[in-house]
């Protein structure tokens, strides 16, 4: 695809050779994300960040690309704070603030409307999750943080084996991530879901229809027993008519230590787009796992620095020219303080 000026509602817009580049700029992002190089190639460049949804990696994560590539973002969160709340259409708000921004990444409860909003913006618009549907970013940071744990393996994305476990109805992390995973070869797919929480039927057909396997189920261990990846999600209590109908989904399957030295492969890599649910009835990924070496859910978030950095670079066509604006620094600090 042609990236600059594009925006990016979906992964479906995108090939497999769209991925590996965005993965091979975020590779180049590296030492400005550690600060041990400082680049000034956006300097100037105005982000409007637009989180409609609570939201606190996923905004902060854009905002610090953003900035480490030199430009200032400008936020707007929650309705009650936007006109929005005043009966303001998308459209309008979309007409308004593309005029003060360069780029706008933007989150918003109800699907469809990202897009919806970005047909009337003037600049790029970045879908940073629009309810249940997509969640394009954040896929791309767990595609890439699955490359890169299992590059020392002897293992890759062709060939992947991943269990999904939890909420595949409403969790739009694993919806994107499916639909991504169709532009690779042989992936064994097992989704592990309450019954009334399945992947959406067209997403497995897509998977089956790229020529992967893919498997339903409701047993986590038996589930998690032959992959490389679990991914484990959260119940998506804001989606539900109910808190108490959320209630009869939490805590259903939870992965802690002993499950998994029992049941897993040794080195199964332990992933989750968080925030996971801490909470006694949830737990769907237990603490007891924080010091296994195998829990990749903060290197997650690293990554997602490392590909919106990518992302807002190649919408803004900058790329190659990240570098031509670059010093090194001296105030960098890993490592000195212990
Ligand atoms: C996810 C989301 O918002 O869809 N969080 C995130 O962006 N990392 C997952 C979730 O909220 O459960």
Known sequence: MQFAGSHILSVTQFERADVETIFSVADRMEPYAHRRRVTKVLDGAILGSMFFEPSTRTRVSFGSAFNLLGGEVRETTGFENSAIAKGESLYDTARVLSGYSDVIAMRHPAAGSVAEFAAASRVPV????????????????????????????????????????????????????????????????????????????????????????????????????????????????????????????????????????EHCEPNTVIMHPLPRDSRETARELDDDLNDNPNLAIFRQTDNGVLVRMALFALVLDVADEVDAHARDVNWYTAGRFG
């Open 126 to 261: 970045i879908n940073g999750g629009d309810g249940a549907n997509e969640h394009p970013s954040q896929a791309l940071l767990d595609l890439y943080t699955i490359k890169k744990e299992l590059a020392g393996r002897g293992r890759g994305i062709d060939g992947l084996r991943i269990a999904m476990v939890g909420d595949l109805r409403y969790g739009r992390t694993v919806h994107s991530l499916c639909k991504l995973l169709c532009l690779f070869d042989r992936v064994q797919v097992v989704l592990v879901s309450p019954q009334e929480l399945r992947m959406p039927g067209e997403i497995v057909e897509d998977l089956r229809a790229a020529g992967h396997e893919a498997l339903e189920s409701e047993a986590l261990e038996a589930s998690i027993a032959h992959v490389d990846i679990v991914y484990s999600t959260r119940i998506q209590e804001e989606r539900f008519s109910s808190q108490q109908e959320a209630d009869l989904y939490r805590g259903r399957f939870r992965l802690n230590q002993t499950i998994y030295t």
